[in-house]
């Protein structure tokens, strides 16, 4: 091994509403981690090796010239057998970090979903809406080979999902996301401390929150706010809601709500529109919709953020773009590839953000450093599961362009 070892499992920070791992389940969760850094660390530096060895010189020869897509480079690396290897050994341990929480979660779904339903009705931050449907970008796979994917129930009511993600996440992560895996949303209240030092967001939306992982951090940093993190899984919500208060924090609600129409919001509400790491599971149709309503709900000279992967522009050379799209063809991310060579310049120019108005930034996780040492450097990215993100922002224009006025010069 040439990277430092990840933290065990019993690192993971517990709270009132997680199931407990039985001792051979976090050994099997400590395998999963190192595997998975041993794969990214050590044997996937292998997979450059094959591509300028054996597969870009055999593109050569047959094509008379150098692959000119990731597409074309990912055709050509499928043929080849360290790839291949590879690529099966990572799928596996996608399913085997599935089968461990999912197995840990059933067997004791009753005393969680117990738990689950008393916090809830006790602290009163849920706000479940029947009426939303799930988007089919998100029901049509089993998203990261999470059995049921966000909104799966095994019975009404459940919230097995939901547990299963928040139990198996920091063995994914190698606990680069911190003790309560939390780290994204730490990074986001050290960015806006730093850049809007006197800035205090009253209200503020977190989209697609799922148990609220980066949505609690953004209530904790800014506790005199009041955060809503909506999500249209209510399993996620359920669960999001209990731990939130499981973990003392009450400026906070998750609410059952669809990005594409956030009509339950007025014009110019938020302060803050947030999203973490959302965008790449959405659809081509429904994104353009997402950041529009993003945009109506943002008061003007409000903040909306998007933490993402970085998009696939043209300085990002080909080979790395293959690898970061392993997971679309690989890992059940079906719209991972499409969304990060979209142009989100004109996209969000096209749902009201002037290009003037909009920036990119990097956003790094906030380890806890006393239990996980420094975050993993440049370096190390494991293409898609590092604490290291781009973001994607704005400023809405201080004038409304909702109400149809001009903004002055
Ligand atoms: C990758 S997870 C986001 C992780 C989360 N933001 C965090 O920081 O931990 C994507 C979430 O978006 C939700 N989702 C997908 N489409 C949505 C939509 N149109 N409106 C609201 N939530 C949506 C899914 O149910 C899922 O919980």
């Not at 019993?10 to 400590?30: G, I, K």
């Not at 799928?91 to 009753?110: P, S």
């Not at 993402?308 to 522009?313: H, L, R, V």
């Not at 440049?378 to 809405?396: L, P």
């Amino acid at each position: 091994m040439t990277s430092p070892l990840p933290p065990p499992y019993t690192a993971l920070q517990r709270h009132a509403v997680m199931p407990q791992a039985s001792h051979d389940e976090a050994a099997r969760f400590n395998f999963v981690t190192h595997f998975n850094r041993y794969l990214a660390a050590d044997l996937g530096a292998g997979n450059r090796l094959a591509y300028e060895t054996r597969v870009k010189p055999a593109f050569r020869a047959v094509h008379g010239r150098d692959p000119v897509s990731r597409e074309e480079i990912r055709v050509a690396m499928n043929e080849d057998p360290w790839h291949r290897t590879w690529s099966a050994l990572k799928r596996n341990t996608m399913e085997m970090r599935q089968q461990n929480g999912r197995q840990l979660v059933l067997r004791q779904i009753d005393e969680t979903d117990a738990k689950v339903a008393a916090c809830n009705a006790q602290a009163g931050l849920l706000e479940l809406d029947p009426a939303i449907s799930q988007p089919e970008y998100v029901t049509c796979v089993d998203i990261h080979c999470q059995p049921g994917s966000y909104h799966g129930e095994e019975r009404p009511g459940d919230v097995s999902v939901a547990a299963n993600y928040d139990v198996g996440l920091f063995a994914t992560t190698g606990g680069a996301l911190g003790s309560l895996n939390n780290g994204g949303g730490r990074a986001l209240v050290e960015w806006a401390r730093a850049n809007r030092p006197d800035w205090r967001p009253e209200r503020i939306l977190d989209v697609g929150c799922t148990v609220g992982h980066n949505a609690v951090p953004l209530a904790q940093g800014f506790p005199e706010a009041e955060v809503t993190a909506i999500d249209t899984a209510a399993p996620v919500l359920r669960y999001g809601a209990a731990r939130a208060a499981a973990l003392g924090v009450g400026n906070i609600r998750f609410v059952q709500a669809n990005a594409e129409d956030l009509s339950r919001f007025p014009d110019d509400h938020f302060d803050w529109v947030q999203t973490t790491m959302f965008l790449h599971e959405t659809s081509a149709a429904a994104m353009p919709r997402i950041i529009a309503e993003c945009c109506r709900v943002l008061k003007p000279g409000g903040l909306m953020l998007h933490v993402e992967q970085p998009q696939y522009g043209p300085e990002m050379p080909l080979f790395e773009q293959f690898m970061r799209d392993w997971d679309a063809y690989n890992n059940n991310e079906p719209f991972w590839s499409a969304m990060h060579g979209i142009d989100m310049a004109k996209v969000m120019a096209e749902a009201g953000f002037p290009e003037t108005e909009q920036f990119v930034t990097g956003v790094r996780s906030v380890p806890d450093k006393a239990l996980f040492g420094a975050s993993p450097d440049g370096e190390q990215e494991d293409y898609g599961r590092a604490a290291i993100w781009n973001a994607y922002g704005a400023w809405k224009p201080p004038v409304s362009v909702n109400a149809g006025q001009e903004i002055p010069a």
